[in-house]
């Protein structure tokens, strides 16, 4: 099992940045890919990026590339999502998910964390 907490989300300047942070529990999270979704109000769970167990592969959705970075650190257990050039459409509940293989679709991952807002201002 792991147990996932996500931090850093807030308010935010269009064009400005923020860093995610998911704080992962459990001995086999670095067995586990990691993703990040965003959930918009009245809009589906929608996927933003997702890390292998490795770090070697990574997969972004058309929407956030170019301005995302996933990236995960095992000795630490954390997964983080670097977000630059923010535009009010990224704002969102942001989760961090876990799951057996590097995928983009929700019913993949196992585990979720509970969300960290993120607000971008025009």
């Known amino acids: 099992q792991v147990q996932l907490v996500e931090s850093g989300g807030g308010l935010v300047q269009a064009g400005g940045s923020l860093r995610l942070s998911c704080a992962a529990s459990?001995?086999?999270?670095?067995?586990?890919?990691m993703g990040w979704f965003r959930q918009a109000p009245g809009k589906e769970r929608e996927f933003v990026a997702a890390?292998?167990?490795?770090?070697?592969?990574?997969i972004y959705a058309d929407s956030v590339k170019g301005r995302f970075t996933i990236s995960r650190d095992n000795a630490k257990n954390m997964v983080y999502l670097q977000m630059n050039s923010l535009n009010p459409e990224d704002t969102a509940v942001y989760y961090c998910?876990?799951?057996?293989?590097?995928?983009?679709?929700?019913?993949?991952?196992?585990?979720w964390g509970r969300g960290t807002q993120v607000t971008v201002s025009s």
């Open positions: 459990g001995r086999t999270f670095s067995s586990y890919a």
């Open positions: 998910a876990s799951a057996r293989a590097l995928g983009t679709m929700r019913r993949e991952y196992e585990f």
């Open positions: 890390i292998s167990w490795t770090g070697g592969r990574t």
